[in-house]
């Protein structure tokens, strides 16, 4: 490059940043000309396929004319240069001049180009060096502009890889505005002789990279693929890099006196840039480099790094040390950089370099916190910003578990503050119970607010969101006041025995008089008769169901029964204190045995002795004690010891929320479990709450039995809905009004409905609050499948698979404390009133919140940990680029980056294909679940960048997952909806996942390619944390699938399919050997090949349900499957046995199996003695079996078999009635039901 002017002095004008030399006026107005044409052409409202290739093309033609005006001005060929101006001229004046002479013109020219292209590729480096630094501006104005023209037209193609465009632009707008600096003077030569040679290249390969791109969007076959040069756009931006480091150390070092607000404005840039390249570097190494210690502490350092640049400029680093600590930062960088390239290189000086990493950052921090930054934070001002403190902690213990166990290389940084703070707040949240909360008040509130402190400074440095101030300072300091609190804690409260009940002090509650019963007549009646009759001993009748649903009231109705207060000589009614202080509680009963009348209270004296002034009273006598809302089975042990157990007809009446209870304290009576009111007890319920004694009106009769039914049974949700209806004036419309808003008139007048819920939510066990409040995540009136709610409860991270007993514990206490309404096995349902409660508990503890569409930036959800984005109606991608679809806005302040935890999105109508979203600026994610949008490249490749996920659902057309999947270290369930017909092929990364439990490929997923790579046959990879695999296709090749499942050894759920591969024979087939799987218990065995062929190896002993598809059974496979110990359900489908003949059963016995199922099943006859070959059968499920003619006689004697199905097999109706007829004869019941299909 010749030296330019050195002492000219002079500011150069816009002209200078003209995109083409002024001396060339006509290739000027041309490219003008042509770009005026394209943006008219574009504009237009009728789109179709002609017009945008002719706008691509033309857009190609202006890019080209960019650089080749510029690059190539001494070479430029006359017959192009008129070519493109006739083409020109043709396109602004097309009058009288024919538009199909117009496109050959063009094939012609875009001929010319790529020919052109194709001779100068690799231009000369000559042609940089004799460049004055006025034409080196102008060159890269020119590349700019080029870049500019190209993103506008085919931003959809090259959106994939648009980051690193981004970054490759904003480095030539630094090196431009560099060499700017020289023009003006505020350089001087010598300062930057050494780095021009570099530049020059730099330019030069930029040119030809454009060349490159240019000459791909022309190809005839695929104008639009352009990830054919990412290669190349990957290894320009490892030159560049380089460059643009050298160029901003030698501004941070040369210039940091200067007062030019040029260098001011340049060097403002710097962070932006260096921020860009080290994630730039951190997906490359992601998606290149495998993880080793060596990577490990690179990205280490990539994150401190960040943290850094991130805050540089927010006024925190000390004005006169700007320039010094980012001369460091650029250090850092180009060190962190040669040791990425070394890595590649499998050079061995990268290793002992890499050991300084760690001490770096070490050195940084210490510079920073003593030279660098500006006097430290306060983060007193931060205080607890909810209301349910246990909650608060049991999510924030939670989530620092999770981080502790976490192989995330962000969380290294500060691991081990992690871990202290995770240990100091297990041992103070020990000492709170509710008693300790209330009455150390001030402590607990304390607690609350540097526990939250933690949360934020944790989450603002691992989100790099204002987070170095909290790296250098708060966290530090937050951990030191952790500990000084639970020092204190452990002074001033006694630690709570193991036994200590964790439960909320004394709430006032009392028994309901005057109350209006409506229904439980039969339970009346039931309840007087047990205790009125039945066994002389003790005996304890409990009353079990849901809050609101009339326990006490069916109680008490008992209580002042005449029947009953005559036939026992002494009674008693306690309400269970909701403190556990059983002498207070007896007392109260021994004040009512021996008649003291005024009611109970604290300044009563409790006797130490009352437990045995008690049983003294009620020995001899025939009593009847109400324990009403009994909480806990020791509390219950408690209170009835004294009780004499002498032969005197005594009774308990027991009322509780929780099913445990009532067992635990069952004698001879089992549990009465309450029922819903039926819709006319409702109606009855309601109207005599409004209108007394007197009868409804007719013109209110049908919008008061509506109101009565949307209560849904609930007696104390009638109860208050009454009392809203009755203070109104008797109009239809009023009620309406109330009707259609009954939700809200239940929150005017809440108070009671809150309490009872509120109380059984206070005494569910901390694990199990945020799953019962998570309920709220479903609609109204929804039948919740458990095994969906499970999933639900792990993907938050409130239960870990590690042990899915835990979450079978979760429902049943939530079923037991009856906030939960079981129907089955599979179903349960949650009552509206509890969804409420819920979904405002939810709301107000900021756990999750809905979003009506993508853009929305609801501030009532900023700080919530959960979002649900539901988008109604179907969004299109917009060609135009204004308004491109977003998932979260990252161009504004993102308030979710230091919450969000968890993350849905649900199209309410139809799917959409995303091609922009902000998803790896939401670092902290856990759980994402996009099933309901179609993914592109783009958007997988930034999932791969969250690397705290641990539980991801998507769809996606491609074939395989990005290579950044491996950086998913923390995931443990993947479910991908894959493009149907295809199979997901498993890259060799599927291996690095070592926490994978749950694996779902919904149209089916096989290794690359099947196993013969090298790296899936390397004997240590094996995903032993793998619980369940669905979906997976194997070729049915020898030695191949053996070698598979030996590395899922503790596999327990499998669908395999064994696919017949081209070219391969029946003959051919090898199943694999599922006997090595030990701990499997259900699984899901295909075979589509052209002919039936059979498995001949052992199943595992450990199987409980297995479905077989596409098999040939004989005799010994089908002895084999009926000698599994622990087989309980058995599926058959388009199988053969015994080549389409009998099925001959003697000597076969399914010791365990209750369910059979055969669907398809090509045999003819069936000799089996039921009662002896299925001795526990419930239900037989026979479709379409075409051949079998009848039902063997015998299935009437399996005492247990209660349901027989027949789908479309009309032959079998006879055999069946037969059946059911003989059963009614041997047993004299109507017992054996039959469902017939077609």
Partial sequence: MERGKENEGQTKGEDNKSLVPSRDVLHWKDLVNLQYFIYELDSRRVHNCLIEELTLELTCVSAFCHLYYTFFLESCNDEMSNEIHDLVQSLCHPSGVDMQLVNEKLCDLLVKIRSYI??????????????????????????????????????????????????????????????????????????????????????????????????????????????????????????????????????????????????????????????????????????????????????????????????????????????????????????VFVLVRNIEENMNEASDANLNLMENIELLKEDLKNDFLKARADSSQLRFPMSDGPLFMTLLLINLNDLVNSNAYSVSLIKEEIGQVKKDLEIIRSFFGYVEQTFHRDLWTRVLDVAYEAEHAINSILARDHGLLQLIFILPDTVEKIKLVKTEVQEKIPRRGANAPNKPIERNSSITVGKIIVGFEEETEWIIRKLTSGPAEIDVISIVGMPGIGKTTLAYRVYNHKSIV????????????????????????????????????????????????????????????????????????????PFPELRKGSRVILTSRKKEVAL????????????????????????????????????????????????DGLPLVLDLIGGVISRKEKKEALWLEVLNNLSSFIFKDEEEVVKVIQLSYDHLSDHVKPCFVCLARYPKDKNIRISELKDLWISQGFVHQIEMRSAEEVVDELISSSLVIPFDNSICKIHDLVHDFCYIKS??????????????????????????????????????????????????????????????????????????????????????????????????????????????????????????????????????????GSCMILSPWFWSLAKLRDVRMEYGAVFCPYINEPTVLDEDLRLENLRTLYELYLPGLEDTEDIIFKR?????????????????????????????????????????????????????????????????????????????????????????????????????????????????????????????????????????CCKLMEIPDSFGDIASLELIKVWHSPQLKVSIFNIKEYVEVMTGEDKLKLHIFG
């Fill in 566 to 641: 005559d036939h026992f000589d002494v009674c008693a009614w306690c309400t269970v204190d909701q403190e556990r202080n059983e002498k207070k509680l007896l007392q109260k009963i021994f004040n009512q045995v021996i008649g003291l009348k005024e009611q109970f209270n604290e300044d009563h004296h409790i006797d130490d002795d009352v437990a045995d002034k008690l049983r003294k009273q009620l020995f001899g006598k025939r009593y009847l004690i109400v324990l009403d809302d009994m909480w806990d089975a020791a509390t219950l042990d408690e209170l009835t010891r």
């Fill in 1048 to 1184: 899922f050894t503790n596999l327990q759920n499998l669908r395999v399919c064994i696919e017949q591969p081209e070219d391969c024979s029946a003959e051919k087939i090898c199943f694999p050997r599922l006997d090595v799987l030990n701990e499997l218990e259900q699984l899901r065995l295909y075979s589509f090949w052209d002919s039936y062929n059979e498995y001949t190896h052992g199943f595992p002993s450990s199987l409980k349900k297995m479905k077989l598809l596409g098999l040939a059974l004989t005799y010994d496979t089908l002895s084999r499957i009926a000698r599994l110990p622990n087989l309980q359900e058995l599926i058959l489908k388009c199988t053969i046995i015994n080549e389409g003949k009998e099925w001959n059963m003697e000597d076969v016995t399914f010791q365990n199996l209750k369910y059979l199922k055969l669907y398809r099943v090509e045999f003819s006859e069936w000799q089996v003695d039921a009662e002896k070959s299925f001795p526990v059968l419930k239900k037989l499920d026979i479709r379409e």
């Fill in 118 to 335: 194709s001779s100068h590729i690799y231009a000369e480096p000559s042609r940089v060096t004799a460049m004055t630094e006025d034409r080196f501006i102008e060159l890269l104005n020119a590349i700019l502009e080029y870049f500019k023209c190209l993103i506008w037209c085919c931003y959809e193609s090259m959106f994939p890889s648009m980051t690193q465009y981004n970054l490759l632009q904003n480095v030539i707008y630094n090196l431009r505005d560099f060499l700017e600096l020289k023009v003006i003077g505020c350089v001087e030569y010598e300062t930057i002789e050494y780095v021009l040679p570099h530049l020059q290249l730099m330019a030069l390969r930029i040119v030809n990279f454009c060349f490159t791109l240019l000459d791909c969007l022309l190809e005839d076959s695929d104008k639009s693929d352009v990830s054919l040069v990412d290669p190349k756009l990957a290894n320009l931006l490892v030159e560049v890099i380089p460059v643009e480091l050298e160029v901003m150390l030698i501004c941070c070092t040369n210039l940091k006196g200067s007062k030019s607000e040029e260098v001011e404005q340049l060097v403002e840039a710097f962070p932006d840039i260096l921020r860009e390249t080290l994630i730039h570097l951190q997906e490359h190494m992601v998606n290149v480099l495998t993880p080793s210690a060596s990577t490990c502490n690179i990205h280490v350092m990539i994150e401190f790094l960040l943290i850094i640049l991130t805050d540089v400029l927010k006024d925190v680093i000390r004005h006169d040390k700007l320039f010094v600590l980012l001369a460091r930062v650029i250090e850092l960088t180009k060190e």
């Fill in 843 to 980: 709301r107000k503890e900021k756990l999750f919140h809905f979003i009506g569409c993508l853009n929305a930036s609801s501030s009532s959800g900023m700080m919530a940990r959960g979002i649900t984005i539901r988008c109604e109606n179907l969004l299109r991608f917009n060609r135009k680029k204004e308004n491109p679809i977003v998932l979260l806005n990252r161009e504004k302040e993102n308030p979710y980056v230091k919450h969000l935890l968890t993350l849905k999105v649900i199209y309410g109508l139809g799917h959409c294909h995303h091609h922009k979203s902000h998803l790896k600026h939401l670092r902290l994610l856990k759980s994402l679940d996009l099933k309901g949008i179609t993914l592109t490249d783009s958007l997988l490749n930034e999932i791969g960048m969250l690397i705290h996920l641990k539980y991801l659902i998507i769809q996606t057309q491609a074939n395989t997952l990005p290579p950044s999947f491996s950086n998913l270290c923390n995931l443990e369930t993947l479910v991908v909806k894959n493009r149907e």
């Fill in 664 to 711: 635990h304290g069952k004698c001879h009576s089992d549990p009465l479990y309450l029922q819903l009111l039926r819709s006319e007890e409702s109606w009855e319920l309601l109207e005599k709450r409004v209108f007394g004694e007197e009868r409804c009106p007719d013109e209110l009769k049908d919008v008061g039995e509506k109101i009565a039914r949307k209560c």
